[in-house]
Structure formats: C-alpha cells, structure tokens
C-alpha cells in the first residue's frame, strides 16, 4: 500500500495499544471469570499463509458454535 511506511505503521501500533489492547484484555478477563454472560475469546495468531490463518479461524468458529 502507498501509505505504508514507517510513520503510518508507527501511527496503527500506538492506536492498537491506546485502544484496541485495553478491549482484549477486557474480554479475556471476562471471560475467565466463567460469567455466562461473558463472550467466548479467542487468538489467532496472524502470521503466516492467509489461507492458514482464514483455516484456524474458521476451526475455531465450528467447534465453539
């Protein structure tokens, strides 16, 4: 993409750890304390062939429907 560069890529992490962070630390917190109420929480990890990580998305939907 055009506006990859350093300057833009510094600018995402900092928005993922200001916002995006605190919510999955939130979720997983919930989620521990066994609440049914609580939503299911899962990771993925990324990196890797999109088909690979689309896969073990798509496993982790079926076996948790």
């Known amino acids: 993409r055009e506006d990859d560069c350093e300057e833009t890529i510094k600018k995402r992490l900092k ?37 690979a990580v689309f896969q073990q998305m798509l496993n982790l939907l079926k076996d948790n429907v």
């Not at 750890?17 to 993925?44: I, K, M, R, S």
């Open 15 to 51: 928005v993922y750890h200001e916002l995006t962070e605190p919510l999955v630390t939130y979720y997983q917190t919930w989620y521990q304390t066994g609440d049914a109420q609580a939503p299911q929480v899962h990771q993925v990890n990324g990196v890797g062939e999109v088909e």
